[in-house]
């Protein structure tokens, strides 16, 4: 069990960097993102998510959250990805460009074009992307008090 926690957690913590670096990247509505973790994948955010949540099945060791968790992914997120990128094609005449060179969801080994621009801890504040770091830290809190034989 604390070896499924711990890799569990490498991997909260990889999925929390990932979002992290994007949110300070990512300016909604108003410039189509392609710096930053947005360079290897289009969806870097929802990349994130997936980590995650691959962190926190390997950590409880459950079959059921694991289904769970899958089933979400494809009822939330595939629909979701694929309506935001409409949008982007409407809002951003760039965008066709981008996607034909920019994989989805999987990065890429090697960044496309990046422009160089840095990243925005005043983004990342403003997209509030320090509560996925709150929440992570409270289910990995409640994984600990299990291990330790708090839950029964």
């Known amino acids: 069990m604390k ?28 410039q ?11 969806n ?15 950590a409880a060791r459950s079959l059921w959250i694991a289904i769970m968790l899958l ?15 409409k949008y982007l094609e409407q809002r951003f005449p760039e965008f066709a460009e981008y996607a034909g060179r920019v994989p989805r969801l999987f990065p890429r080994a ?6 160089g621009e840095k990243f925005s801890w005043g ?3 403003k997209h509030r992307e320090y509560n996925a770091t709150l929440g992570s830290a409270a289910i990995m809190a409640a994984l600990l008090a299990k291990l330790a034989g708090f839950f029964h």
Request: hydrophobic share 55%.
């Open 44 to 58: 870097p955010l929802y990349l994130g998510s997936l980590i995650l949540a691959i962190g926190f099945v390997i």
């Open 71 to 85: 089933i979400l992914f494809l009822a939330i997120y595939i629909p979701v990805i694929r309506a935001e990128e």
């Open 110 to 115: 090697r960044a496309s074009a990046d422009k």
């Open 32 to 42: 189509l993102a392609m710096t930053g973790p947005y360079a290897y994948t289009r």
């Open 123 to 125: 983004l990342y504040w």
């Open 3 to 30: 070896r499924s926690l711990l890799l569990g957690a490498a991997f909260i913590v990889m999925g929390l960097i990932l979002r992290a670096l994007a949110s300070g990247h990512v300016q909604k509505n108003e």
